[in-house]
């Protein structure tokens, strides 16, 4: 496998791709806030629909009340000036009756005749008896034709006593013009009749006239209309009994009615009531639609007081919306980036919008977090990896190369003894061949020690044995290889006398060893000490042994990373030290195999002091 | 071939001793003056103050290594056109581009034996005399 290039912003396998970003939405689907939006618009417009509905029944029923009231209470004016009005009138006609009747003289009949007229009484009969011998008919006033005898003889049957005896006539009309006939039967039973113009009932229909169509009608107690804003009606004394209002008037009721009136075409309503002393009908109409003009007066009002609504609402709404939106758009944002691999994205410290928000923003930095810590640990995990591997396919070539260079020196001087096979030199040269496959040999060693410590396939074989002579063996043999390097060598501490522990001496000697040749490989002058003792520490006996040289010792960046193997390898052709940089790493696989450490202090420049930490039982 | 006359100088850059020994050995029996450098610096100061006939350079080699001994070679106008020949144990394509990049002439590979010694020196001396012969 080849070394990969550390690329730590590279996305990991797996977790990268835009999945979400190719999903396509299927059908149709509405943006939250457009939702949101809809649906508190529709909630507003049925609400305001209600409330319009609502008010323009209670403005209706209000209006309809008060018109009632209204209607009924100019009716029953209407009602009283009448009634007053023909009581006045049936008193005079009556009085001048019995005057004329008594004193015919002409200062007594223009005296009567000028009161009748002032109330609208244009003249005045005296008929005769139905007697053969009776006198010429005695006439005040205008000289009008007598109504018919059906209208004559009602009145003589007439039994009204409402108006002291005077009995009152349907509408009539007399010649050109619309009469009532008053009647009243002198003691001798002679008739005396009136002719009762309508002026001031007319006077005093039209003046009720309210609203754009409201108005007074006034009916006789048939039904025929006396006065009535309808010119038509009026001039063809129409017969109204056929409408309810009217039919209910001449039965004597007072109260308010809706009708349709057929001269106006429209739905009316009225008040309605009726001149006790002849039965006539009185009515105050108006068309309801002019109430509902009122009403949609007032529903204007409150239809500009719901639009003001609406739109606080709608605003209200849209704020709400946007609210929820964006905080949920923002999570949609940061969810597709995750997707996409970016672990960066910012996530608000405090989502403020509303509790879920809250706890839906809490929930994410959490999940985020975790993603992102999972995601750190395996692209750590992947770095150390490639690093790994890096090293170890460095450490190949590498080794490759070490192993030629004594491979090489064995080569070279086989070349050469076969060459001249009678060179003088030619003893020397095995001897050199000797040495450099030996060193070749050394170097497998190493790897094959390596291996083994990496592969934890460390096994330890304790034993009891004197330290101390393995100690003086120590000496002995390191004495020698660093006298060769031109070295001091120092032993201090166990090696004197003789202490029984139990470990496993060969590869208490294999740590030293190793630390042993890095020391010599890295001190160019100087000395180097080799110093043992035995204590204890943490309720466990301890065999320590330190290493310190005066060699070129190792900067404080590089301390950390001395004991990963293959740390002595740089790939570069100006390598100062040979040797694969495995030594320290195998020491310290077999340390860890002991439950022991290696430490190590280092000033750069000055030297090194490695310490092996041996846990041990004393024999 | 080589005549004795003709005499030729050689020098091996190379801080393992055994292998400038294994070198100086095989050149002397064929006839040509070896002179031998430990280290990059060294070599220059050498190759300054004497004329060769060829380089082998190691490559590596602490402080200077072969290739950027190679360069100061080539970048100094007396010495340009010197051989100069790699001697190393790496031997990827990688490295062998590297060394021809750095203005080396051909690679000899460690370890070698007598018949590539012999081939290298052929080609050096048709090389060296080929246009002219």
């Known amino acids: 496998m080849s070394a990969h290039a550390n690329t730590p912003e590279r996305a990991l396998p797996g977790l990268s791709g835009s999945a979400a970003k190719q999903t396509r939405i299927k059908g149709w689907v509405w943006p939250l806030q457009q939702q949101i939006a809809v649906m508190v618009l529709a909630a507003i417009l049925v609400f305001a629909l209600v409330i319009q509905l609502w008010n323009y029944r209670t403005f209706m029923n209000t209006e309809i009340e008060r018109t009632q009231e209204k209607h009924l209470v100019i009716a029953q004016n209407v009602s009283l000036s009448l009634s007053r009005y023909v009581t006045d009138v049936a008193r005079i006609f009556a009085h001048a009756a019995i005057e004329v009747s008594n004193n015919n003289s002409e200062a007594t009949r223009d005296a009567h005749l000028s009161l009748l007229e002032s109330l609208n009484v244009e003249s005045m009969v005296l008929l005769p008896t139905f007697a053969a011998d009776t006198p010429p008919p005695n006439r005040l006033g205008s000289d009008l034709p007598l109504p018919e005898q059906a209208v004559l003889d009602d009145l003589r049957a007439g039994t009204n006593t409402a108006l002291g005896g005077v009995q009152i006539s349907g509408l009539q009309q007399i010649g050109d013009g619309k009469y009532f006939i008053l009647g009243y039967e002198l003691a001798d039973q002679r008739l005396v009749i009136g002719y009762l113009k309508t002026d001031y009932i007319k006077a005093v229909q039209r003046a009720i006239a309210f609203g754009e169509f409201g108005h007074s009608a006034i009916f006789d107690q048939f039904g025929r209309a006396i006065a009535h804003p309808s010119a038509r009606v009026e001039e063809n004394m129409v017969d109204a009994s056929g409408i309810s209002a009217v039919r209910r008037m001449l039965n004597r009721e007072t109260g308010v009615e809706m009708f349709f009136s057929p001269p106006m075409q429209m739905d009316m309503i009225a008040g309605i009531t009726f001149v006790p002393e002849t039965g006539w009908p009185v009515m105050v109409p108006q068309p309801i639609y002019e109430l509902s003009d009122a009403v949609n007066g007032s529903l204007s009002k409150s239809y500009l007081l719901a639009v003001a609504m609406a739109a606080l609402l709608g605003g209200a709404g849209w704020a709400v919306s946007r609210r929820l939106a964006r905080p949920v758009r923002d999570f949609t944002e940061i969810s597709r980036k995750i997707s996409d691999g970016d672990y960066t994205v910012n996530l608000p410290d405090e989502e403020r919008s509303s509790t879920e928000m809250w706890q839906l923003n809490e929930s994410l930095k959490t999940m985020i977090h975790r993603v992102r810590s999972s995601d750190n640990k395996l692209r750590e995990a992947l770095r150390l990896e490639e690093e790994e591997n890096k090293r170890k396919s460095d450490f190949l070539v590498i080794a490759g190369h070490e192993l030629r260079t004594p491979l090489s020196g064995v080569v070279g001087m086989l070349t050469i003894c076969r060459e001249q096979k009678d060179d003088v030199d030619r003893d020397r040269y095995l001897d050199v061949a000797w040495s450099s496959a030996k060193e070749l040999n050394a170097l497998v060693d190493h790897m094959v020690d390596y291996a083994e410590g990496t592969t934890e396939s460390i096994r330890l074989d304790p034993v009891t044995f004197d330290i101390d002579a393995q100690m003086r063996d120590m000496e002995a043999l390191y004495e020698n290889l660093a006298g060769t390097a031109g070295l001091e060598f120092r032993r201090t501490g166990l090696g004197d006398g003789s202490t029984l522990i139990v470990s496993d001496p060969a590869r208490v000697s294999q740590m030293i060893a190793k630390i042993m040749e890095n020391a010599i490989k890295f001190t160019k002058q100087g000395s180097i000490t080799l110093h043992s003792e035995i204590f204890q520490q943490d309720d466990r006996k301890w065999l320590k042994v330190a290493i310190s040289d005066t060699g070129i010792g190792i900067d404080e960046a590089q301390l950390e990373r001395i004991f990963m193997p293959f740390e002595q390898v740089e790939s570069s052709f100006t390598r100062s030290y040979r040797g694969m940089g495995i030594g320290l790493s195998v020491a310290q696989a077999i340390a860890n195999k002991f439950g022991g450490r290696i430490t190590c202090a280092s000033t750069l420049h000055e030297g090194t002091r490695f310490e092996i930490w041996t846990p041990i039982e004393l024999a | ?133």
């Not at chain 2, 590596?60 to 070679?73: A, V």
């Open chain 2, 1 to 133: 071939m080589v005549s004795v006359s003709n005499r030729r100088n050689i020098l091996v850059v190379d801080d393992d001793e055994i292998n400038r020994m294994v070198v100086r050995v095989l050149m002397e029996r064929r006839n040509y003056r070896v002179v031998e450098a430990a280290s990059g610096p060294e070599a220059l100061d050498l190759v300054k103050d004497e004329t060769f006939d060829v380089v082998l350079m190691d490559l590596s080699m602490p402080g200077m290594d072969g290739l950027e001994t190679t360069r100061r070679i080539r970048s100094d106008d007396a010495s340009n056109q010197l051989p100069v020949v790699a001697l190393t144990a790496h031997t990827s394509h990688k490295e062998q581009q590297m060394c021809l990049e750095a203005g080396m002439n051909a690679v000899l590979r460690k370890p070698f034996d007598s018949e590539q010694v012999d081939r290298l020196l052929g080609l050096l001396d048709h090389t060296a005399k080929g246009p002219d012969a």
